[in-house]
């Protein structure tokens, strides 16, 4: 049994090895102008901060470079995207038909699609709102100093969720398109999914319902399109109909 594993786990080496080589390289590249993303990943956080204390603060000595180094990660990251997409499907594609292999390039393209409109979701809807409702929530007691650590790294972790979740219609036309799901089979666990959703929205966002909220609606909605495509892709009723005629 081990023998039969051994090609798959030198596939996923290489695989490794290839997404550590792009993430190093492009985190290198991102440290070149870490200032100029962190400018940017702040922007939200200073346009929620009461007028006159729109600055952040650093608590610990080595804080600030460790930040950019953070920063240059996520810039990283976001940049070899594509890179990843296309090694994820380098792995699997050995299990899959010739016909169906041919997506590699529609799965990079909207695989970063997806995922770079969750990022923009979060940064230009999520963003705005919930640092506005966390940030003033108690400001009359209290005085907020933000810290850049604590900030980049609550930042990255919103926005790959984000990232992630918008990656639902993806994920639902290759699992249609193997068979493993269709349009009947979504409706049926539509009520388990919307738990679901809410559940992976309440983990992934501050603990705030409003938070919560701006990232189930448009995973509702996500879920909604993926059905659409399902039944595009493998609708139930061509299924049913060729189980019959056999």
Same mark, same amino acid.
């Given at each position: 049994m081990l023998e039969d594993l051994k090609p798959h786990i030198h596939d996923l080496r290489k695989c490794l090895i290839n997404i550590t080589i792009a993430l190093l390289v492009a985190c290198c590249v991102c440290f070149y102008f870490w200032e100029i993303i962190l400018n940017w990943m702040v922007a939200p956080l200073s346009a929620a901060l009461p007028k006159g204390q729109e600055s952040v603060i650093f608590t610990q000595v080595g804080e600030a470079f460790f930040t950019a180094i953070k920063v240059a990660f996520f810039g990283g990251f976001i940049v070899s995207l594509p890179v990843i997409f296309w090694q994820l499907w380098s792995f699997v594609a050995p299990g899959l038909y010739d016909n169906e292999k041919r997506f590699v390039v529609p799965f990079v393209i909207f695989g970063t699609f997806f995922f770079?409109?969750?990022?923009?979701? @979060?940064?230009?809807?999520? =963003?705005?709102?919930?640092?506005?409702?966390?940030?003033?929530?108690?400001?009359?007691?209290?005085? @907020?100093?933000?810290?850049?650590?604590?900030?980049?790294?609550? =930042? @990255?972790?919103?926005?790959?969720? =984000?990232?992630?979740?918008?990656?639902?219609?993806?994920?639902? =036309?290759?699992? @249609?398109?193997?068979?493993?799901?269709?349009?009947?089979?979504?409706?049926?666990?539509?009520?388990?999914?919307?738990?679901?959703?809410?559940?992976?929205?309440?983990?992934?966002?501050?603990p705030d319902v409003l938070s919560q909220f701006l990232m189930a609606i448009p995973l509702t909605l996500l879920y909604g399109l993926s059905i659409f495509i399902a039944k595009v892709v493998n609708p139930y009723k061509e299924e049913k109909e060729e189980l019959e005629d056999e």
């Open positions: 770079v409109s969750g990022c923009a979701f @979060a940064y230009y809807v999520a =963003f705005p709102i919930g640092f506005s409702y966390l940030i003033n929530f108690g400001s009359q007691l209290f005085t @907020a100093l933000p810290s850049i650590g604590d900030y980049v790294s609550f =930042f @990255a972790k919103l926005m790959v969720g =984000f990232g992630i979740s918008f990656e639902l219609p993806v994920i639902t =036309f290759f699992l @249609a398109k193997i068979g493993l799901v269709t349009d009947k089979t979504l409706r049926e666990y539509f009520k388990y999914a919307i738990v679901f959703i809410f559940v992976l929205a309440a983990i992934l966002t501050p």
